[in-house]
Nanobody, 119 residues
């Protein structure tokens, strides 16, 4: 599994929307799940959303109803659609594979993509 590559970040006003993308070639072959994390300046990295090989999803409470995680297995891309963005959503967003195989665990971190939400 290749290290993930995130894209799609940018600057928006509160209430706006963004769609983040994450590609990690090989993650489908190893039945990895994918987690989106975020890290705001001066804060610890936190989990935002997760999707497993069967499309089961979980969300952190503060993003439920606003963010949607999905995947396209053919293109090996995981998306994070973010709506009704708030200034507190400002952070660098990362994705990371997880799963039973070591290939999922050891794929590493990408560079992240910056999301800035202004009031």
């Amino acid at each position: 599994v290749q290290p993930p590559v995130e894209s799609g970040g940018g600057s928006v006003q509160a209430g706006g929307s963004l769609r983040l993308s994450c590609t990690a070639p090989g993650f489908v072959s190893y039945s990895c799940g994918m987690t989106w994390y975020r890290q705001a300046a001066g804060k610890q990295r936190e989990r935002v959303a997760y999707i497993d090989v069967d499309d089961v999803t979980t969300y952190e409470d503060s993003v439920k109803g606003r963010f949607t995680i999905s995947q396209n297995k053919r293109t090996e891309t995981v998306y994070l659609r973010m709506h009704r963005l708030k200034p507190e959503d400002t952070a660098v967003y990362f994705c990371k594979t997880r799963g039973l195989y070591s290939e999922c665990v050891n794929a590493g971190w990408g560079q992240g993509t910056q999301v800035n939400v202004s009031a």
